[in-house]
């Protein structure tokens, strides 16, 4: 049986270990299958790739998309996408400048509450293309103004507070458009995690699905003990393939180790079943 995290991060957005620190770390841990999936850029994927290939990782090109639902923010996981496709990047990219207007506007706010810099000090922490809230949060701890990550996002950056600037990030249909255009597997990242009522979740399950949506994270570091089943039976009833991963972030950042997670409960069909690897792979899966 081989071990598989479908869900990571590097620097190239908010992980705090370099694409090929991550790609041995896991082999450290014993997985097999590991798919990088930055923020809204692909751009860790190389160095990952060289390094899979050194140690004998499979690599599964991916990426995670942001995205505007309903007035929800959701995260779309691409899974065997090919980087070089067109759609894809230019997507990619529209989203970044935002993320780079919406974090000089996450400073003005914070700055109105007394924090000087804090634009200057997450660019600083950021060392890929792809700045974000978590990027903010570190700062904020540096600064001793939140004790921990969860504490900064509850006094900062969560929707409400001065460092969540509403905006609009990719749409259902264009991140999954996206994916597909790049022959990739379109998932459901965490969705235990969205505050949805069940009805809306049912309706993003159908949206999704009649979008050629393939998969829905059924196991996810980031979801609270006791998920999984309840995820098992949608996917089951959805005809979603099923998808697991760690959201691994480095070393003592929120979520989990990677490549510790529980098996998928029976009757998933798992988002891999017909997948054909190789090993240092990091082009689309030949499906
Ligand atoms: P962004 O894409 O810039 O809006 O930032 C989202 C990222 O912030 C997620 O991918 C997580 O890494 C992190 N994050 C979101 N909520 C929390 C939370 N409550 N605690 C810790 N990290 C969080
Ligand atoms: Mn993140
Ligand atoms: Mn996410
Ligand atoms: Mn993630």
Not at 219 to 228: E, F, Q, V
Request: with cysteine; charged share 20%; net charge neutral.
């Amino acid at each position: 049986m081989l071990r598989y995290d479908l869900h990571s991060h590097s620097t190239a957005s908010d992980g705090t270990v370099s694409p090929s620190e991550l790609v041995r770390h896991a082999a450290a841990q014993g997985v097999d299958v590991l798919a990088l999936t930055d923020h809204d850029v692909t751009t860790g994927l190389a160095e990952a790739e060289q390094a899979a290939a050194a140690t004998g990782v499979t690599l599964v090109a991916g990426v995670e998309i942001s995205v505007t639902w309903v007035h929800q923010l959701l995260h779309i996981v691409g899974l065997g996408i090919d980087p070089h496709n067109d759609d894809l990047q230019r997507g990619l990219a529209g989203l970044r400048d935002f993320r780079i207007w919406r974090a000089e506007e996450m400073g003005r706010r914070l700055e109105k509450k007394g924090i000087a810099d804090a634009y200057a000090g997450a660019r600083a922490l950021a060392k890929g293309p792809s700045i974000g809230r978590t990027h903010f949060a570190r700062f904020l701890m540096a600064e001793g103004k939140a004790k921990h990550m969860q504490d900064a996002f509850d006094k900062y950056m969560k929707r409400g507070k001065p460092g969540y600037v509403p905006g609009k990030w990719a749409s259902l249909s264009e991140a999954v458009g996206w994916i597909r255009a790049a022959g990739g597997q379109a998932v459901i990242a965490h969705p235990a995690r969205y505050s949805l009522s069940a009805g809306r979740f049912r309706d993003l399950l159908s949206e999704f699905k009649a979008l050629g949506g393939e998969a829905l994270e059924v196991i996810s570091g980031s979801h609270p003990h006791g998920a999984s089943a309840s995820l098992a039976n949608y996917a089951r009833r959805y005809e979603l393939l099923a998808s697991v991963g760690s959201d691994y972030h480095g070393p003592g950042q929120s979520y989990n180790e990677l490549g510790r997670l529980p098996d998928l409960p029976a009757g998933c069909v798992p988002v891999w079943a017909e997948w054909d690897l190789r090993p240092g792979q990091a082009a689309p899966l030949t499906r």
